[in-house]
T-cell receptor, first 114, second 115 residues
Framework: GESVGLHLPTLSVQEGDNSIINCAYS??????FIWYKQESGKGPQFIID?????DKRQGQRVTVLLNKTVKHLSLQIAATQPGDSAVYFC?????????????FGTGTRLQVTL | DAGVIQSPRHEVTEMGQEVTLRCKPI?????LFWYRQTMMRGLELLIY????????DSGMPEDRFSAKMPNASFSTLKIQPSEPRDSAVYFC?????????????FGSGTQLSVL
């Protein structure tokens, strides 16, 4: 029978250009957000995180922007390289009690063209 | 630091067989999570432990799935009996378990195929 899978949005960028990957979250109580990169055959790898008391945080070639008003998160990658090709996931915490769990988005596939 | 270690990397089994997936979290981490990743549903949280105690197992699909954490350095996820629809990549992740340390560190996953 026919199988239907998640339709991963795909962002195609040219090497050297900047990439912007967007994410929406639904839980207004979330106060911690994180981006992961997943390459084929590997587990998700941490890229950058941000707490709700900030609206911007920068790492090496990556920047995360948080807009709590509209519950939106974005990941910016500067000077995108072929090695950046992967699926990128955002996640938000469910901050109840002392233990916390992360809920992941469906992911965006980044394709870097030469 | 060896990171989160999962075994086996690949498991192929027949429907009806018992499957046991294993995980060793990062030393010193107090929280352990089991996720399942499929094309249909993406990355789903199955269960997580804090200080070896199951905190939330609402993501466990059905009674065929069970998870244990007998000590701080070892956890298992068992499927008995397995079914073809259980085919997926199963990830284990760990964290420090505090509100300040919510970042998850993932293992390389176990690719499970149930024929």
């Amino acid at each position: 029978g026919e199988s239907v899978g998640l339709h991963l949005p795909t962002l195609s960028v040219q090497e050297g250009d900047n990439s912007i990957i967007n994410c929406a979250y639904s839980n207004s109580a979330s106060d911690y957000f994180i981006w992961y990169k997943q390459e084929s055959g590997k587990g998700p790898q941490f890229i950058i995180d941000i707490r709700s008391n900030m609206d911007k945080r920068q790492g090496q070639r990556v920047t995360v922007l948080l807009n709590k008003t509209v519950k939106h998160l974005s990941l910016q990658i500067a000077a995108t390289q072929p090695g950046d090709s992967a699926v990128y996931f955002c996640a938000a915490n469910d901050a109840t009690g002392t233990a916390s769990k992360l809920t992941f988005g469906t992911g965006t596939r980044l394709q870097v063209t030469l | 630091d060896a990171g989160v270690i999962q075994s086996p990397r690949h498991e192929v089994t027949e429907m009806g067989q018992e499957v046991t997936l294993r995980c060793k979290p990062i030393s010193g981490h107090n929280s352990l999570f089991w996720y399942r990743q499929t094309m249909m549903r993406g990355l789903e949280l199955l269960i997580y432990f804090n200080n070896n105690v199951p905190i939330d197992d609402s993501g466990m699909p059905e009674d065929r799935f069970s998870a244990k954490m007998p000590n701080a350095s070892f956890s298992t996820l068992k499927i008995q009996p397995s079914e073809p629809r259980d085919s997926a990549v199963y990830f284990c992740a760990s964290s420090t378990g505090t509100r300040e340390g919510e970042k998850l560190f993932f293992g390389s996953g176990t690719q499970l195929s149930v024929l």
